[in-house]
């Protein structure tokens, strides 16, 4: 069974930066496609950065330039360092995976394995 642990969010103020890791447990996820969503209250699910099994990244507009998505295969965790953190930025971030590896992949229901989740506020 695949686990997914997120860490490392927190307050920040704006202009602040923050990085999430998710170890991931289980199984080895190096070749999988992993993802990075993010959920603000009343609205829905979305993507803010994919990485491919090749290392190939895909950044949602909104956080483009300022955030950025990598993995540490030899310790099977994925990250998400974020800069110039914004207000807008608030919200419930969550590490995803798919089973197999391939190319990027935008759509939350294309996802198998899911973390509980980490809590990044940022304030004005």
């Known amino acids: 069974q695949v686990q997914l642990v997120e860490s490392g969010g927190g307050l920040v103020q704006a202009g602040g930066s923050l990085r999430l890791s998710c170890a991931a447990s289980?199984?080895?996820?190096?070749?999988?496609?992993m993802a990075w969503f993010r959920q603000a209250p009343g609205k829905e699910r979305e993507l803010v950065a994919t990485?491919?099994?090749?290392?190939?990244?895909y950044y949602a507009d909104s956080v483009k330039g300022r955030f950025t998505i990598s993995r540490d295969n030899a310790k099977n965790t994925l990250y998400l360092q974020m800069n110039s953190l914004k207000p807008e930025d608030t919200a419930v971030y969550y590490c995803?995976?798919?089973?197999?590896?391939?190319?990027?992949?935008?759509?939350?229901?294309?996802?198998?394995?899911w973390g509980q989740g980490t809590q990044v506020t940022v304030s004005s």
């Open positions: 995803a995976a798919r089973r197999g590896w391939g190319a990027i992949v935008k759509l939350a229901p294309s996802y198998d394995y």
């Open positions: 289980g199984r080895t996820l190096s070749s999988n496609v």
């Open positions: 990485i491919s099994s090749g290392g190939s990244t």
